[in-house]
C-alpha cells in the first residue's frame, strides 16, 4: 500500500511536468495551428536560466521562479512578431523546419558557452527536507511541484472560462474561423498567447532545475513523450492536455514499478497508451474532429 | 674474405644495437619513418555527451605528450616532425568507422588515440586491423576489445568494465555492505556492466539482492519508482549500486538524495564516474559515494605536477581519460624512438610483453597475450564537503588495487 501511494505520488509529480508543458504546446497550438517543436528548447532555457541566474548573479530559486517564465514569455512573443506569425499561412512543414530549426540553434548556443557537462542546482534550503504523510515521507520539493502545479492549473482554468480574455482565448482556440466572424479581433491575441505558452515552458524548466538533471538536451529528451501526451488528450484541448499529462505520469510511474519485468512495455507504454487511445478515439481523449473546411 | 664478411657482419651487428639501444637514428629523412614524419590522430566525441571527459583536452595532453618526448630526446629524437590530426565521431560507430578510415588513408595518421563509446571502439578496431595499423583505445570501457574483437594493432588502454565492477563491486562488498540493489540504463553498456557487477558481488560473498533496469534513455528523467523501491526490498540492501551515465547518472544522484536514502542505510556506489561528473553534480550531492577510479590527478607528487602543466593549457584539472591519452601517446613515441620506425609491425613487437612507469601506468605492462594494457587502479570516496579545500580535489583514494588484480586474466576469445 505504501509503495503503491509512493508511486501514485511520483507519478503526479512526473504528470506535473507533462502537464506544464503540454498546457502551453494546446493553447499555441489552437490559437496559431503551430505544432512548436522548440517547447523543449524553452523548458531547457528555463532551467538553464536559472541555473545562470544563481551563480553569475546570485539570484535565488523564488526570483527565478518570477524572472524566467516573463523573460521567456517576452522573448516568446517577440519570436512570435519576427517569425512565427509569418508561418500560420503556410504549408504545416514549413513550422516543422522553423521551430526544430530554433532548438537546435538554442541548444547549440547553450552548448557552446556552458559546454554539455550537467550544470548542479540544489534545492531551494526552504524545500530540502521532507512531509511525513503517516504511511510514507516524501520530498518537500516534490509535495510543492505537485500543489503548485495544480494551483497554477486551476488559476489557468479560472482565467479561461470566468474572464473575457478567456472567453475569447478558448473560442479563438477551437473555432478561430467562427470567434473571426462574432468581429473579435483574434490577431491581437496571438502573440501574448504564445509568450504565455512559452512562459510555462519556462517556469516548467526552473522547476525542474533542482531534480533534474540541467543541461542542454534535457528538453529533447522530454518534449518526445509530451507530444504524445498532446495528442492523447486531444490536439488543441486545454483540458485535455493537463488531464492527459497527469494521467501519462501516473501510467509511466505504475508501470515502471509493477511491469519491471517486461522492460519493453515499460519503456514504451506511453506510446501503446497512445496508439490504444487513437484507435479508439481518433481526435484524442477529450479532442474534437475538425469541422471540414 | 671470409674474414672480411665476419667483420662487416659483426660491426652491422654493434651498429644496430647502438642504434635501438642508443636512442635510435640521428636523423630523420632516411626513410625509416612514412612520409618523414609521425602522425597522431585523436578520434573522439567533440561536442557531445563524453566531450568533457576527454574531448579536445585529449588533444591538449596529446600535444603535452608530444612536447615532452621531443624535449627529452632533442637531436636524438626519431623525429621533430610530429603533429596531430584530429576529428570528431559524435559517438557514432558509422561516422568512426568513416573518420577512422580517413585518418589512415588520407591524413597519414600512425596511430588512433581515445575513442570514447564500445559501439564506435569496436568499429574502429576492425578498421585498424584491416589497414594494419595502430590504435590505443582509451575512452571505450567494453571487455570486447580485449575478447573476442582483439586484434594485433590494437591495444586497450585505462579502464574496462571487468576493472570497474572488480574494484567497486568487490571492494565495496568487502568494506561497505553485501547487499546490493543495482540500478542500471537498459541497453548493451548497462547489461555489460550488471552482468560483471553481479559476478564480483557474488564472488567477494555478497548478494544482489535486486536489480532493475531503467529504461533508455529515460524520457521523463524521474528515477524515484526504484529509488523508493530500494530501502523496501527484503533483506535490505545496503548498496545502491547505479550504472547510470552523465546526465542519467546526475538524476539518479540527484534524486537519491532527495529521496535521503543514505539517511535510510542504503549507501551509493557508482559504475563509471569522471572527475567532470563530480565537478557538475558538486562533491557535497555525491559525498561518500565509492566508485573505481583509474588515476586520480592528486593522488601523489608526480601526478599533481602532471596536473598543474595540464591546468596551465587546459584550464581544468585533467580526468584520467586525458591522462591515459598523454600516457599512451608518449608510450607510442617511446615505442618508436626504440624501434627507429613507424612500421606497425615492428612497433608493435616492441611493446608486447613490456613493463613501463609513467604518470599514468603504474606498475604498467602491456600485455603480449590479448594487449590489455594492465597498471594499478584505485578505490575513490567522494569527500565530504567539509574537506573539500581546493577546486577539482573531490576525492580521496582508499585503496590502490594493484594491477596483477585489477584487470582480468587474458580472455580465452583472443585470438591475436
Redesign the interface.
Known sequence: M??FA??TF?GL??GAFYALLALGLAVIFGMLRVVNFAHGAFYMLGAFGAYVLLTEAGVPFWAALVIMPVGLGLLGMALERAVIHRLTKLDPLYNFLLTFGLTLILQDLV?LRY??????Y??PSLLSG?VDFGLFDF?T??VFILGFTVLLCVAVWWALTRTRIGMVVRAATERPDLTRAFGIDVGRWVTPVFGFGIGLAGLAGVL?A????V?P??GA??I??VFAVVVIGGLGSIFGSVAAGFGI?LV??WG??YL?NF?IV??TIVFIVMAGVLLWRPAGLFGREEAPA | MRRTMGVAAASAAVVLVAGCGGGGPQSSGDGKLTGDKIVLGVLNDQSGVYSELSGKNSVTAVEMAIADFTAKYGDKAVTKDITVETADHQNKPDVANSKAQEMYDRKGVDLILDVPTSSAALKVADVAKEKKRLYFNIGAATTDLTGKSCNKYTFHYAYDTYMLANGTGKTTTEQIGKNWYILYPNYAFGQDMEKSFSTAITAAGGTVVGKDGAPFPNTSGDFSTFLLKAPNLNPKPDVLGTMQAGAELVNVVKQYNEFKLRDKGVDLAVGLMFLTDIHSLTPAALAGTTYTDAWYWNFDAKNREFADRFQQKAGTRPTFAHAANYSAALQYLEAVQAAGTDDADAVVKGLEGKTVEDVFLRNGKIRAEDHRVVHDAYLAQVKPQSEVTEPWDYVKVLKTIPAAEAFRAPSADCKL
Do not use: F, H, W
Open positions: 505504501t509503495g509512493q508511486n511520483n509529480v512526473s552548448k559546454g554539455v557537462q550537467s550544470s548542479p540544489a534545492t521532507s520530498p520539493y516534490r525542474a533542482p531534480m533534474r538533471a543541461n538536451l534535457m529528451d522530454l518526445i513523450v505520469g509511466q510511474a515502471e514499478s519491471s522492460p515499460s519503456q
